[in-house]
C-alpha cells in the first residue's frame, strides 16, 4: 500500500473510520506512518493525536475499542478508509457516532418504508390509511394477503412481462414488511437470522 504521508507536508493522511457491518461513518481521524503500522501489527485502530502530539489508540483509557477489519487507499494515496468493529461507543461524548447518530443497520429505502409502515400503525387512522386500515382488520388479515401477493409473483414468474413481475414482487415486499411488523419484527431480525447461517 503507497500510502502519500508527505502530500501535506505533516505527514499525516485522513483515516475515515466505517463500521464494517452496518456500514456507518463512525468518525474521522488522522494517522501518521507510525500510527498506520501500529493499526496493522495490533489489529487496533490507532491514530496520531494531533492535541496530544503523540499516537493514540482509539479506546486505550474507556476500552471502546476500534478492531480493525480492512484498511482500503483512494485513488489518490492520501487518505484511507478504515473498517472497523466498535466495541462499544466511537464518540468521546458517548455516542455510536461523532455525528451523534446510532449506528444502526440501515436497508436505505427498506428502512424509510419500514419507518413509513410503523407511523401509519401508530396513527390508525384507517379511514385514510391502506397500512392502518390492513393492520385494525389483524394479523390473519395481513398474513393473507402476504399469501396472496406471493402467488400472484409466481404466476407473473412463468410469464413475459416484467413491468407485472417487478409490481407484484413490490407488492409481496411491501405487504412482507407490514407482516413482519405485525408480529413484532423488522428485516434487520431476518437478516441477523441469515447472518447466522452464513458459512
Not at 409481496?172 to 428485516?187: E, R, V
Amino acid at each position: 500500500m503507497n500510502i502519500d504521508f508527505n502530500k501535506n507536508n505533516d505527514g499525516l493522511v485522513p483515516a475515515v473510520i466505517q463500521d464494517a457491518t452496518t456500514k456507518n461513518v463512525l468518525m474521522l481521524g488522522y494517522m501518521n506512518e507510525e500510527a498506520f503500522n501500529k493499526t496493522k501489527d495490533t489489529k487496533l485502530v490507532t491514530f496520531f493525536s494531533r492535541t496530544k502530539n503523540r499516537l493514540w489508540t482509539k479506546g486505550e483509557e474507556s476500552g471502546n475499542v476500534l478492531n480493525l477489519v480492512d484498511i482500503k487507499l483512494d485513488c489518490d494515496n492520501d487518505t484511507l478508509l478504515i473498517q472497523a468493529k466498535p466495541k462499544g461507543p466511537t464518540c468521546h461524548t458517548g455516542s455510536d457516532t461523532c455525528w451523534n447518530e446510532q449506528n444502526d443497520e440501515n436497508f436505505g429505502f427498506i428502512s424509510k418504508l419500514e419507518n413509513t409502515i410503523e407511523s401509519r400503525v401508530k396513527v390508525g387512522d384507517s379511514e385514510k390509511s391502506y397500512v392502518a386500515s390492513l393492520f385494525a382488520k389483524g394479523i390473519n388479515k395481513v398474513a393473507q394477503k402476504v399469501g396472496e401477493e406471493a402467488v400472484e409473483v409466481v404466476i407473473e414468474a412463468k410469464d413475459d412481462n416484467d413491468d407485472l413481475f417487478l409490481n407484484e414482487s413490490a407488492d409481496l415486499l411491501f405487504h412482507y414488511l407490514m407482516l413482519l411488523q405485525a408480529k413484532g419484527f423488522k428485516l434487520k431480525d431476518v437478516v441477523n437470522v441469515l447472518k447466522g447461517r452464513e458459512k
